[in-house]
């Protein structure tokens, strides 16, 4: 029956992109795609693909023909993987870039809630979510959104309630407003691995960006790619949080070796002494390359 009354139309809402990197960890991300299909509003997906030795990028692109990929060719890290597809979003104009890690699955609504969320705070250059354990029964809290740095020690502190300070969002789910990433730029690529989602969020807020945390959940599992590989974990974190703190701390050279003493120190009273050797040569090996009139990131460590 027509009343006369005019209809209430619901707004279209805009388009979102969705990347996840890959590398030889085809089960994790093949459940993360599927988790996507059901996400509302419909996604676009990216794979970039880090150089998969294994078969994973011929065998997602054969499972999940809608998405669209990107192949590296070599392993370039985080950083370098996201950027790609963020160019790709620039280039097209989508306004919102969602970047997960393969090993997440996002409870159903997720996205809808992240859209809403930055729609409603046009301050927002990105937005975190409540990331819980994805092993175990309950809501172990992972990180509310993100956390802060405490640079003496080369850690960060990830929040467990909205109270805490937020100084970085973690990339594990790091969504992104494409209009800020003009005025800062895309990740840092001499960072190969950890704490470039710092990095980045530190010079959001440097140019007046704010942060925030949104009410959508995922559920983490968390080295998924790094977590059988203990010294090259070390080495990279220990390598990129002496960029880090060159480029944002005020004693830069003195937080990163306290922070190398520190960590090397722990890795070696819990018996892990590869993980202590690779934290000394990430330390060393960030040092040279803040001297470096480059900075390139290897592949690994020596």
Same mark, same amino acid.
């Given at each position: 029956?027509?009343?006369?009354? !005019? ?6 809402? +805009? ?5 996840t990197?890959?590398?030889?960890t ?5 459940r @993360?795609?599927?988790?996507l299909r059901? #996400?509302? !509003? +419909? !996604? ?6 880090n ?8 065998? &997602? ?5 809608e ?10 890290? %985080? ?5 790609a ?12 870039a969602?970047?997960?890690?393969n090993?997440?699955?996002?409870? /159903? ?6 859209v ?21 029964p309950?809501?172990?809290? #992972? ?15 990830l ?5 805490e /300070?937020?100084e970085?969002?973690t990339?594990?789910?790091? %969504?992104?407003?494409t *209009?800020? &990433?003009?005025?800062?730029?895309? %990740?840092?690529?001499h ?6 989602d ?12 704010? @942060? ?8 983490? *599992? ?7 590989f ?10 990129? %949080?002496? &960029?880090l ?6 004693? +830069?050279r &003195? ?7 520190? #960590? ?14 690779g934290?000394?040569q990430?330390w ?16 690994? +460590?020596?």
């Amino acid at each position: 029956m027509n009343t006369g009354m !005019p209809r209430k139309t619901r707004a279209i809402p +805009p388009p979102v992109a969705v990347i996840t990197v890959n590398w030889n960890t085809h089960d994790d991300t093949a459940r @993360l795609l599927q988790s996507l299909r059901e #996400q509302h !509003p +419909p !996604p676009i997906v990216f794979v970039v693909d880090n150089g998969s030795t294994d078969g994973s990028y011929e065998q &997602l692109q054969a499972s999940f023909p809608e998405v669209r990929y990107l192949q590296m060719g070599r392993n370039r890290g %985080f950083g370098a993987a996201n950027n790609a597809a963020l160019r790709v979003l620039q280039a097209e104009a989508i306004p919102f870039a969602w970047l997960i890690n393969n090993d997440t699955i996002p409870e /159903p609504g997720a996205l809808g809630v992240l859209v809403d969320h930055m729609l409603e705070r046009p301050a927002a250059g990105a937005a975190g979510c409540i990331v819980l354990e994805a092993d175990g029964p309950g809501r172990r809290i #992972q990180a509310w959104g993100g956390g802060h740095i405490i640079p003496w020690l080369g850690t960060a502190k990830l929040n467990q309630s909205e109270a805490e /300070p937020l100084e970085f969002i973690t990339g594990a789910s790091l %969504f992104l407003r494409t *209009k800020a &990433l003009e005025d800062v730029g895309v %990740f840092d690529e001499h960072f190969f691995l950890y704490w470039e989602d710092a990095d980045l969020c530190f010079r959001l807020r440097e140019a007046g960006w704010k @942060l925030t945390v949104a009410e959508a959940v995922v559920r983490h *599992k968390g080295s998924a790619t790094t977590g059988r590989f203990p010294r090259m974990r070390a080495y990279h974190n220990a390598r990129s %949080f002496s &960029l880090l703190m060159h480029k944002h701390a005020r004693r +830069p050279r &003195l937080c990163g070796f306290t922070a190398a003493v520190a #960590q090397s120190f722990g890795k070696l009273l819990r018996g892990n002494l590869p993980a202590a050797a690779g934290r000394w040569q990430g330390w060393r090996a960030g040092c040279d390359a803040v001297r470096s009139s480059d900075g390139i990131v290897p592949d690994g +460590p020596p």
